[in-house]
């Protein structure tokens, strides 16, 4: 259960003062309204905690922790203000992840929104606060009226006379109630409210503080959402495509380098996979000399970066492997864990190692060369033609191969038949979200939408057998790595039971999921959108 | 939502002293905290400059009639409320003696607020009755100040033993020694003594000091005016022991 403390009026609206009054000015006046009395100035340091994507700001809210003189504290303050904060106090260093949290309403609130990511220090900014408490006849507080003025300091940097130089925030006020006493903050309020000298202003610190240093929140998507004009040159839009997952995986690297979360690596790898796959599929575009050599490059990296990636999948799902089994076997599997995290280590050391290669170097280099040249269209088949063209008859392409391979399975055929089916799927996939955006927003949509569902099956499907081969593989590695209790293979076999169970269920799934993606309504509206166009 | 009674059967022990104080401490350390002055002298309530209530809403209150939450009141300090005591508790103990289950319904009068409060401090008149009672019904732990003194030590077994008797000896009682004068001997005796037979005695305690007696003047906890008095980070120090104690965490 969340507890929430019931604000009373709207109470988070911060005030500026409007251009060419100055604060002093606003005091004056307030001190002719109200009786109040100021407190020593105080500092508080703010630091802005996120994940590297945003997604506690996506998800609706700030999370900052505060120290303030002693007291060390994290609050989160939800976009909405009729929504109460919360907060966690006695927080030395706020933990990274989620699940690090002490089981209350912070953890049940960001937790679900952050899932597997840490959390990052998004900004960082000094703010000298001067209190202001409105008075009764008893001297007593009613009211409490917080001028902060803010300054972004950059990070892991001391030095005043740097932070000088950041732009200052400007100035906000804010007034927070006191339970009990709401006719006062009413009054206050209203008087604010009605006031020519200041003016109400988006409550949300961090977005204008990071504004203010010249960037963007929420700056950060690995989604494919392109803007793409359907006669445009094939090549344009296919060098926009490599552009922006090349800009993914950059931005990914350092994450990846310093393993700060499982996430880094994730869109690290699945920019590699969409970038083989544009290279591949969108066939005839750029010069094939040039295509093949990057081809051949990409896959490396790719194969390079799969191992710690197997790990981080097998060290997410740990818990839900121990899970599924009996409680009293549960406990077996905890060697299985500290395999996994000292081979995760292992092989992460390696992958910065290839990382830090001249090979990686070069690769980077030279492909982001390559798409700066000017004459990418030119010196291909296709590159010069309008996008329409050549991305409609590449998806029609695709979009046959995946209904005959489709047709062709019934409840006899091998596992390999299902397997060569996903990765049709995933091409078409692919090409339809680079695409996207030259085909009407709601026909197109059902289809992707369609195709992930069989997507999702073939994935587990395919997955969960890979997966118990990966556990079997494991327990042998286990053993001759040195002594592996024999409750702990037997509970490893009992994982890789259940596993190839959950397997064939998904196997026994797929006619039913194949049949709606491939009914006629779904093969009209592919040739509805892919047909023939002015072309063949 | 944690419950913590600050409880002597004697008066002027330093209860509201350390209530007023570990109240404050908790708020700033993120807690949502609640302080129920229950004692008719009044005496936190002063503290926070609160007016305490006259009318008689008080026996009303005690008997569910009237809303525990709307006669809250914010304090001059962040995350900290205080319920004010009311004149009339001296009846108190009369207006719960009407009540079907009289010990328990403390507990049920705070249960509804406990989302809204991480930290419930009650400070506690003194003497044993019909309050107290429900105060070890309600209160999940009792923090008892004791005077180093052979008297105090006597108060404190006679706690005990009505703990025992009454079958409430599942509170955690963690007594602390309370204006301590480490130039009496008596003190420093007993203090070295009364922890190795009590072993839940705690290791904070807190010195005699003019700057507690001189809350009454500022009308405000010692830790807010002076932070660095000695006796503003032994209540520091207090506060920290009795949240490791309890393993309290402000949700
Ligand atoms: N540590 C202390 N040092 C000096 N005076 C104290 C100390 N603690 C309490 N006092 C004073 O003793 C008196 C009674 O304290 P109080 O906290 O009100 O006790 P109680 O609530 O147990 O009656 C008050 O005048 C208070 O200022
Ligand atoms: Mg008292």
């Known amino acids: 259960m969340i507890s929430r403390r019931k604000p009373t009026i709207n109470p988070d609206t911060a005030f500026s003062p409007v251009a060419g009054v100055s604060l002093e000015q606003f005091l004056g006046e307030l001190g002719h309204r109200f009786d109040f009395s100021e407190e020593r100035p105080a500092y508080i340091d703010r630091t802005y905690l996120d994940s590297f994507d945003w997604r506690l700001f996506e998800g609706g809210g700030t999370l900052c922790f505060e120290r303030e003189s002693h007291a060390r504290r994290l609050v989160w303050t939800p976009h909405d203000s009729r929504q109460g904060r919360v907060m966690l106090g006695r927080v030395n260093k706020p933990p990274r992840f989620g699940w690090d949290y002490p089981p209350g309403a912070m953890r049940s609130t960001i937790g679900p929104l952050l899932e597997m990511r840490a959390l990052l220090p998004r900004i960082d900014l000094v703010t000298r606060v001067r209190t202001l408490r409105l008075l009764d006849d008893e001297r007593k507080t009613v009211v409490r009226l917080r001028v902060e003025e803010s300054r972004p300091r950059r990070a892991e940097r001391d030095d005043d006379e740097l932070n000088q130089e950041q732009p200052p925030v400007a100035v906000r006020i804010v007034t927070l109630p006191v339970r009990g006493y709401d006719d006062e903050l009413a009054d206050l309020r209203k008087w604010l409210y009605d006031s020519d000298r200041v003016t109400p202003r988006t409550p949300c610190l961090l977005e204008e503080a990071i504004n203010a240093t010249g960037g963007r929140v929420a700056d950060y998507s690995s989604k494919l959402d392109f803007e793409f004009d359907p006669d445009m040159p094939a090549a344009e839009a296919v060098r926009e495509i490599h552009r922006f997952l090349l800009g993914v995986m950059e931005q990914n690297l350092f994450g990846v380098r310093e393993d700060i979360d499982s996430e880094f690596l994730h869109d690290f790898r699945v920019a590699i996979r969409r970038t083989r796959s544009a290279l591949t599929q969108v066939k005839g575009v750029l010069p094939a000399s040039a295509t093949d050599h990057f081809k051949e490059r990409f896959a490396w990296l790719g194969q390079v970066t799969g191992p710690t990636r197997d790990m981080h999948v097998y060290l997410l799902g740990f818990d839900d492997y121990r899970d599924s089994l009996p409680r009293q076997y549960q406990g077996d599997l905890e060697p299985l864990r500290a395999f996994l995290i000292a081979h995760q280590k292992l092989e992460h050391g390696q992958l910065v190692e290839r990382l830090a290669s001249p090979e990686f170097e070069e690769l980077i280099r030279q492909w982001r060369d390559f798409l700066a040249r000017t004459d990418l269209g030119a010196r291909s088949k296709h590159g010069d033609k309008p996008l329409i063209e050549v991305a409609s008859k590449r998806i029609r392409e695709m979009a046959q191969r995946v209904f005959e391979e489709g047709d062709a399975i019934d409840d006899r055929s091998p596992p390999e038949d299902l397997h060569e089916l996903r990765k049709s799927c995933k091409k078409l996939r692919y090409l339809m979200e680079f695409f996207q955006s030259i085909y009407p927003a709601n026909k197109i949509g059902g289809p992707i939408r369609e195709i992930k569902r069989l997507l999702d099956n073939l994935g587990d499907y395919q997955d969960l057998e890979v997966q118990a081969g990966k556990l079997r593989h494991f327990a042998h590695q286990m053993v001759e790595e040195g002594a592996t209790p024999a409750d702990t293979l037997l509970a490893m076999g009992m994982l890789v039971d259940g596993l190839l169970r959950r397997q064939q269920q998904k196997r026994g799934e797929f006619s039913e999921r194949y049949a709606r993606f491939a009914d006629t309504e779904n093969r009209q509206r592919f040739q509805a959108l892919f047909g023939n166009r002015g072309g063949k | 939502m944690n419950i913590v009674a600050v409880y002597n059967i004697k008066g002027g022990v330093g209860k509201t002293s350390a209530a007023v104080n570990i109240a404050h401490l908790a708020a700033q350390d993120g807690f949502r905290v609640l302080l129920w002055d229950l004692d008719p002298q009044a005496a936190s309530t002063y503290y926070f400059r609160v007016k305490p209530r006259i009318r008689g809403g008080g026996k009303k209150m005690i008997r569910g009639k009237l809303d525990l939450d709307d006669q809250i009141k914010g304090t001059d300090y962040e995350n900290l409320d205080l319920l004010p005591a009311d004149f009339s508790y001296r009846k108190m103990d009369v207006a719960l ?155």
Not at chain 2, 110 to 134: A, H, K, T
Not at chain 2, 153 to 169: A, G, P, V, W
């Open chain 2, 97 to 251: 003696g009407d009540i079907k289950k009289p010990a328990l319904q403390l507990l049920k009068l705070l249960r509804p607020l406990s989302y809204e409060f991480d930290l419930v401090v009650l400070d506690c008149p003194p003497s044993i009755s019909l309050v107290s009672e429900n105060i070890f019904h309600a209160a999940s732990a009792l923090l008892v100040p004791t005077i180093p003194t052979t008297l105090s030590i006597r108060t404190y077994q006679q706690l005990l033993k009505f703990l025992k008797e009454n079958k409430l000896d599942r509170i955690d009682v963690l007594p602390f020694f309370s204006m301590a004068d480490r130039r009496k001997s008596m003190h420093v005796e007993i203090m070295r003594q009364l922890p190795k037979k009590y072993r839940n005695f705690m290791d904070a305690w807190i010195p005699y000091a003019s700057d507690v007696e001189r809350m009454g003047l500022h009308r405000e906890p010692v830790t807010a005016f002076a932070p660095n008095a000695i006796a503003a980070r032994a209540y520091q120090r207090l506060w920290n022991e009795v949240a490791e104690r309890l393993s309290l965490q402000p949700m």
